[in-house]
């Protein structure tokens, strides 16, 4: 299966994912999140760096279960804008 490359605005809506999870995490360690939720302090690593734009959906249910942020939170942060 071949990918499509992301678009500008799809990076840019993982950055913003990124730095809301990492905003949410606070002080508690990177390692202590990532297990909590069931994934590797590599994955949540990439997540809040922009480095994996598109994390699955169980992925980012379970981040935001742990740091107590609802889903509806997450889509109205991270939505993509509208195309002008």
Partial sequence: MVRN???PQERERG???GRLLRRARGDRSMVEVAAAAG???ET???IETG???TPAFFTVAALA????LSMDELVVS????PAA
Avoid at 65 to 68: R, S, Y
């Fill in 5 to 7: 490359p992301l678009t």
């Fill in 15 to 17: 950055e913003r994912l």
């Fill in 39 to 41: 994934l590797s302090a």
């Fill in 44 to 46: 949540l690593r990439k």
């Fill in 51 to 53: 480095r994996a734009p």
């Fill in 65 to 68: 279960g742990v740091l107590g």
């Fill in 78 to 81: 991270c939505a993509l804008a």
